[in-house]
């Protein structure tokens, strides 16, 4: 059975930083897309990044939001997803899902129609 675990969330002042962690068990993701999008109260789930290894090299995406401020990163040794979260806003305050696909594919890895398995969130509240 595939779980993933979110952990890292909190409260933080804006402007400051919070590291976020997504431990994937039951299957390795190594290179399968892994991605975090966050959902905040009354909105839809948007993307927030994604990660994809192609061959030799891995691919970043990110929202235009976030671009410049996050980094996604991952360690496929530990199976686990990151996302440092820097120059936070008061806008950044959601709950932050991790998620991964299930295929190789790199097709519409901003969007959660590419991503199979979810974790069940981790809370941010960035205060102003």
């Known amino acids: 059975q595939v779980q993933l675990v979110e952990s890292g969330g909190g409260l933080v002042q804006a402007g400051g930083s919070l590291r976020l962690s997504c431990a994937a068990s039951g299957r390795t993701f190594r290179n399968n897309p892994m991605g975090w999008f966050r959902q905040a109260p009354g909105k839809e789930r948007e993307f927030v990044a994604a990660?994809?290894?192609?061959?030799?090299?891995?691919?970043?995406y990110y929202s235009d939001s976030v671009k410049g401020r996050f980094t996604i990163s991952r360690d496929n040794a530990q199976n686990t997803v990151y996302l440092q979260m820097n120059s936070l806003k008061p806008e950044d305050t959601a709950v932050y899902y991790c998620?991964?696909?299930?295929?190789?594919?790199?097709?519409?890895?901003?969007?959660?129609?590419?991503?199979?398995?979810w974790g069940q969130g981790t809370q941010v509240t960035v205060s102003s």
């Open positions: 998620a991964a696909g299930a295929q190789t594919s790199d097709r519409y890895l901003t969007r959660a129609i590419a991503y199979d398995y």
């Open positions: 990660i994809k290894r192609d061959g030799a090299n891995t691919n970043l």
